[in-house]
């Protein structure tokens, strides 16, 4: 069955960095633009940014624009979220996704597969 398993979450002070992983499994992970989501306490998930199945294109919210940078290698059916310069506010669960190639999909309701999160809080 499919299986998104996020990984590389923790605890961090505000200025620094952060790479979360996210290992695809069950289906044709090359065949999907994958996303990024966050969710923090009392709030909704939110988007973060997404990434072509070719890896060609992004996009992000602008919350996060300059800041991170999400990849992928479909060699290893991985997707990869590198969060840099990270602020209190980014305290949050971060989810990884999935979704058919019908173009750069921002909203929760276009996803198809989700992965069961990672904690990343960032200190002051």
């Known amino acids: 069955q499919v299986q998104l398993e996020e990984s590389g979450g923790g605890l961090v002070q505000a200025g620094g960095s952060l790479r979360l992983s996210c290992a695809a499994s069950?289906?044709?992970?090359?065949?999907?633009?994958m996303g990024w989501f966050r969710q923090a306490p009392g709030k909704e998930r939110e988007f973060v940014a997404t990434?072509?199945?070719?890896?060609?294109?992004?996009n992000y919210a602008d919350s996060v624009k300059g800041r991170f940078t999400i990849s992928r290698d479909n060699a290893k059916n991985t997707v990869y979220l590198q969060m840099n310069s990270l602020k209190p506010e980014d305290t949050a669960v971060y989810y990884c996704?999935?979704?058919?190639?019908?173009?750069?999909?921002?909203?929760?309701?276009?996803?198809?597969?989700w992965g069961q999160g990672t904690q990343v809080t960032v200190s002051s």
């Open positions: 996704a999935a979704t058919r190639p019908r173009g750069l999909r921002v909203t929760t309701q276009d996803y198809d597969y």
């Open positions: 069950g289906y044709m992970f090359s065949g999907y633009n």
């Open positions: 990434i072509s199945w070719s890896g060609g294109t992004s």
